[in-house]
Antibody, heavy 118, light 110 residues
Framework: QERLVESGGGLVKPGESLRLSCEAS????????MNWIRQAPGRGLEWISF????????FYADSVKGRFTVSRDNTKKSLYLQLSSLRREDTAVYYC???????????WGQGVPVTVSS | QSALTQPASVSGTPGQSITISCSGT?????????VSWYQQYPGKAPKLMIY???NRPSGVSDRFSGSKSGNTASLTISGLQAEDEAVYFC??????????FGPGTKVTVL
C-alpha cells in the first residue's frame, strides 16, 4: 500500500527551528517529485515547496523562501523540511504530497501539526 | 503568487448538480491545463478528484467532472449525494514553477 507518513511537528517559540520528516512506503520514492503543502487552522491549502526526484532542484513559495529548506534521502525513502526563523503565521498542519507524472498531487500524508507560539 | 478564487460555499439538494468555479490568471489557470481538484473532509488529508482539468483518477466517481474556459476552471458534481459534503480546493501550476491553490469551497447537501 502506498503511504506517506509525516513526523517531527510540535510546539516551538517564534524564531526557533524544526525539522519535519516524511517517510514513504509502497512505491518507488526516488522516481517521484515531492512537495510540502500546509494548511493553517481553518484556512485553505498553501503550497510551500517542491523538490525534484534527484534532489538537485527545489522551489519555494515567497512566504517561506530563505527560511525553509527542502531535502530528500532516496536511500531512506524520506523527504525533509527544515523550518527556521519560525513565525506565528507558520502555524499549520504540514502535508507532504507526491507529485504524479504530471502536475498534480496524487498521494498525501496524514499531516503533522506545527504550532509557533510564545 | 495570488491564490485562485473560489466561492466560499455552494449547496444543493440530493440528486441535484452543482458547479464550483475556480478563477485564476493567464499565468496559471489560463496558461496551463494543469488544474486539479481536491476533496477534504474535516481533519483528513485532501484527496485528488480531478487532474489535468478534466481527468478522473481511478476510483473517483464519474459524478465528478471538470472543465476550463479561459482563466476559469470548474468542478461539477452531478447527482449530489450526502457523502459529497466536504470542502473542495482547486489548484494550478504556475508560470514561475510553483503551485497555487484556491481558498476552498464548502459543499453542503441540503
Amino acid at each position: 500500500q502506498e503511504r506517506l507518513v509525516e513526523s517531527g511537528g510540535g510546539l516551538v517559540k517564534p524564531g526557533e527551528s524544526l525539522r519535519l520528516s516524511c517517510e514513504a512506503s509502497g512505491f518507488a520514492f526516488s522516481d517521484h517529485y515531492m512537495n510540502w503543502i500546509r494548511q493553517a487552522p481553518g484556512r485553505g491549502l498553501e503550497w510551500i515547496s517542491f523538490i525534484n526526484d534527484g534532489g538537485s532542484s527545489s522551489f519555494y513559495a515567497d512566504s517561506v523562501k530563505g527560511r525553509f529548506t527542502v531535502s530528500r534521502d532516496n536511500t531512506k525513502k524520506s523527504l525533509y523540511l527544515q523550518l527556521s526563523s519560525l513565525r506565528r503565521e507558520d502555524t499549520a498542519v504540514y502535508y507532504c504530497a507526491r507529485e504524479s507524472e504530471g502536475n498534480w498531487f496524487d498521494l498525501w500524508g496524514q499531516g503533522v501539526p506545527v504550532t509557533v507560539s510564545s | 503568487q495570488s491564490a485562485l478564487t473560489q466561492p466560499a460555499s455552494v449547496s444543493g439538494t440530493p440528486g441535484q448538480s452543482i458547479t464550483i468555479s475556480c478563477s485564476g490568471t493567464s499565468s496559471d489557470v489560463g496558461d496551463y491545463n494543469y488544474v486539479s481538484w481536491y476533496q477534504q473532509y474535516p481533519g483528513k488529508a485532501p484527496k485528488l478528484m480531478i487532474y489535468d482539468v478534466s481527468n478522473r483518477p481511478s476510483g473517483v466517481s464519474d459524478r465528478f467532472s471538470g472543465s476550463k474556459s479561459g482563466n476559469t476552471a470548474s468542478l461539477t458534481i452531478s447527482g449530489l449525494q450526502a457523502e459529497d459534503e466536504a470542502v473542495y480546493f482547486c489548484s494550478s501550476y504556475t508560470s514561475i514553477s510553483t503551485y497555487v491553490f484556491g481558498p476552498g469551497t464548502k459543499v453542503t447537501v441540503l
